[in-house]
């Protein structure tokens, strides 16, 4: 079979989990990096350019970015700093296929400006959809760019559809590891510390995913990706706690047929794919062994334990900014659990108070979600934050 000509890729967030791993993917393949961006870390960000020689590279934190440009300043790369040179570098000109990889809602500007200069856009920040997903999809529309799912399970979806031939979906089914608490009642994880909540089973992942996760708050956030991505009802996203991490998400047709995608877990097969598609190459994950596995197992969400999770699928139907509201509890919430200033329980419950107090408005703007984000958050800070 002839191999496909080599895409560009610029990775922005590429020195969180899944930026590195994509960076991993393009020297795995020979593909070219065009640009790179990232936060603050300006001695990883130092190794990247060094290893890949991007033309152009930012970082949001503009003290760290004049660090860096000291650092590369023998490289010949290109170097941006603030919100405006991350997106500066997601709209780069040659890139074939921009990796949006940054972590919360700050993602939607690189998002919105990589669609704006017309790329494919491999998404693997969930804020994007989850705040923006009207404004961020009618985009995409607009200017006809494809938006690929770099999330295992949007992948997963993604994959299953292909072939379907035009056939109508009549679930998608949306499958969760459960975290490192499935099966412990509200009660049992009152005493829950951060240390213990970013131990995941399976996954390798960055802290607030990792915390999303096991307050299965990452589940509703792709609930509502979901709902974005494939242009069906809320009514239509199932949820399952599949404990092995085996098969990875699947859409049932009006037929009654099921078909999923299966793999081990590994962030790189679904980022390789968001890559090299609709062609598939030869990858370095490891392969899946059934027999080794043994058997795979599927149970119900618990929504009486895992409060967060029901909120976020309820504040699609709702609609507006309440997604967005309750992305912000959420990110500010997980930052105070983090510092040790809340307990786990009170991540659940910020998100539910949340839920019942915001009035959602018209989502007709970036501005309107970031004004909407900061209001919240300021509000939860304020009222929560306090040293336990």
């Known amino acids: 079979m002839e191999r496909p000509e080599k895409k560009r890729i610029s990775v922005i967030g590429s020195t969180g989990s899944i930026g590195r791993q994509s960076l991993d993917v393009a020297a795995h393949l020979g593909y070219e990096v065009t640009s790179l961006a990232a936060g603050r870390n300006a001695a990883l960000l130092e190794e990247q350019i060094r290893a890949f020689r991007p033309k152009v590279a930012a970082l949001y934190d503009k003290e760290a970015a004049r660090d860096l440009k000291i650092r590369v300043a023998d490289t010949g790369t290109k170097i941006l700093s603030g919100m405006e040179g991350v997106r500066a570098a997601a709209a780069e000109?040659?890139?074939d296929l921009v990796i949006v990889a940054v972590v919360g809602m700050i993602g939607i500007e690189p998002t919105?400006?990589?669609?704006?200069?017309?790329?494919?856009?491999?998404?693997?920040n969930k804020e994007s959809l989850v705040c923006g997903g009207e404004l961020v999809t009618g985009l995409a529309k607009e200017k006809n760019v494809k938006i690929i799912p770099i999330d295992s399970e949007h992948s997963a979806v993604f994959q299953s559809l292909q072939g379907a031939g035009g056939n109508k979906?009549?679930?998608i089914i949306l499958t969760a590891s459960g975290g490192p608490f499935f099966g412990k009642t509200r009660d049992e994880l009152k005493d829950v510390t951060p240390e213990k909540a970013l131990k995941h089973p399976n996954w390798s992942m960055g802290a607030k995913i990792t915390i999303d996760s096991s307050t299965l708050v990452n589940?509703?956030?792709e609930?509502?990706?979901?709902?974005?991505?494939?242009?069906?009802?809320?009514?239509?996203?199932?949820?399952?706690?599949?404990?092995?991490?085996?098969?990875?998400?699947?859409?049932?047709?009006?037929d009654g047929s099921v078909i999923a995608q299966m793999g081990v877990p590994d962030m790189r097969v679904p980022i390789q794919y968001a890559v090299t598609y609709p062609r598939r190459l030869p990858s370095p994950a490891a392969r899946l062994s059934l027999t080794d596995v043994g058997r795979l197992t599927f149970y119900k969400p618990d929504f009486e334990t895992f409060k967060g999770l029901k909120a976020f699928m309820s504040s699609i139907e709702t609609g507006g900014t309440m997604p967005a509201a309750l992305n912000a509890a959420n990110e500010e919430a997980v930052s105070l659990f983090l510092e040790g200033k809340i307990g786990y329980n009170d991540i659940s419950d910020i998100i539910c108070d949340t839920l019942a107090s915001h009035r959602a408005e018209s989502?007709?703007?970036?501005?309107?979600?970031?004004?909407?984000?900061?209001?919240?958050k300021s509000r939860v800070r304020r009222e929560r934050g306090a040293a336990r």
Not at 112 to 124: D, Y
């Open 169 to 171: 979906i009549n679930k």
């Open 223 to 254: 609930f509502i990706e979901a709902y974005w991505l494939f242009g069906v009802k809320p009514s239509q996203i199932e949820i399952v706690i599949h404990r092995e991490s085996i098969l990875h998400s699947a859409v049932e047709f009006e």
């Open 219 to 221: 589940k509703g956030l």
């Open 363 to 376: 989502c007709d703007s970036v501005e309107k979600i970031f004004a909407v984000t900061d209001e919240v």
């Open 112 to 124: 919105v400006a990589a669609i704006n200069a017309g790329k494919t856009v491999g998404l693997a």
């Open 93 to 95: 000109g040659d890139a």
